[in-house]
DNA sequence: CCCAAAAAATGACATTTGTCATATTTCGGA
DNA sequence: TCCGAAATATGACAAATGTCATTTTTTGGG
């Protein structure tokens, strides 16, 4: 579904939408514990990110990563877009290249009518959706 | 979702359960080029599921692959089990370890509801309803 | 009983993905 | 203005996945 990576640059995000501020930054290797990812590979991962626009970074001493009200905006799928790439979660079950609704592949149906509804949701929902579900305790972030 | 080995091991399943009969098998090298898969890359897919009781085959001249009875009442899941691991499809979006109704994790509910009905699909659908679809034109079988 | 056809087995190689380690740059404070 | 803290950059390495080539075994037919 997702790769590994973007499960990571997921769970940090949503780490420092609910843990950070631009009062209160957080160093990479100190999210790389609680969301139990290795400290070098999240901080590739936050760069990138960073140069998305998608977190916020200072550089040198009380330097961290935050999230701006802007940051906060962001919809989910654009974290995926960023790591994976664009449409990832475009191509039909079996990869057949003009797989639709009107000429479906065998398992077509199997799938269609969620990735729609999966793709909606990560299109219409941003990170500070999801950090008020957290705060609301209807939804939890362990690692 | 599934990996490429699996979708080729699924297309070429469908191609013999279409194409193939004890009466009528189908060498490796026939099913490569109709499901754009390299000769080699699919015997080795086939040997897999020949030894799992998935697909038939006979050595020798006049040999070749094809489905019998039994195999036609394969369940699609197996072969996915077969190729990819059991449980692939079982692990929540962010692969957060107790990730459930109760405690769900923020992205749970985009998910959830998707991944046990496309389960219940790939369990309760045999190779046979796949072949019956086609044969009714309403799906289809391209490369 | 040998020969050729075909599956089966094995292993080498390439690519992608994930992980780690080591520089380099930037910045605030003493 | 220099030092250390922290992000950033770069590259090496490992593991999984995908691809290809070669050899071995089995089998039917002449």
Known sequence: ????????????????????????????KNISEPINVPQAYISKLLQDLSRHDIVSSVRGPNGGF????????TPLITIVNV?????????CLLSIQNCNNDKPCPLH????????????????????DMVKGIKAKTSFLPL
Chains 1, 2 share one sequence.
């Open 1 to 28: 579904m997702f790769s590994n990576s973007s499960k990571y640059a997921l769970k940090a995000v949503l780490y420092l939408a609910v843990n950070a501020s631009e009062s209160n930054k957080i160093m990479a």
């Open 66 to 73: 935050y999230l701006n009200e802007q940051n906060l905006k």
């Open 83 to 91: 790591i994976d790439g664009e449409n990832r979660l475009n191509s």
């Open 109 to 128: 149906h199997f799938a269609a009518s969620y990735r729609t509804h999966l793709l909606e949701n990560l299109e219409n929902n941003t990170i500070n």
